[in-house]
């Protein structure tokens, strides 16, 4: 994995383009694929001084360098009009 003597880590083959999948937890803890606009599963509620619900998400990716990858989301809630970028 990525450390100073290894500053790089390729998953899949360098020369080949990117690919990236979105997933999201499903409540059967299965990945669902998500695109840009899809609607997601809440998996849960959690109870931290209040009762929260809970979306889990992830990416797959294939041919990328993954040392200091970042993800940047956004989340839209269409109920309340309100979005959160993280």
């Known amino acids: 994995m990525c450390t100073a003597d290894n500053p790089s880590f390729v998953v899949g083959d360098s020369a080949s ?3 990236i999948q979105l997933t999201a937890l499903q409540v059967d803890n299965s990945a669902l694929k998500i695109n840009d606009g899809d609607k997601v599963p809440l998996v849960g ?8 619900t809970l979306l889990v998400f992830g990416v797959r ?3 990328m360098d993954i ?3 970042t993800l940047d989301t956004s989340l839209r809630d269409e109920i309340q009009s309100t979005a959160s970028d993280r």
């Open 67 to 69: 040392c200091g990858a």
């Open 45 to 52: 509620r959690v109870s931290q001084g209040g009762v929260s």
């Open 17 to 19: 383009d990117p690919q």
């Open 61 to 63: 990716v294939l041919n």
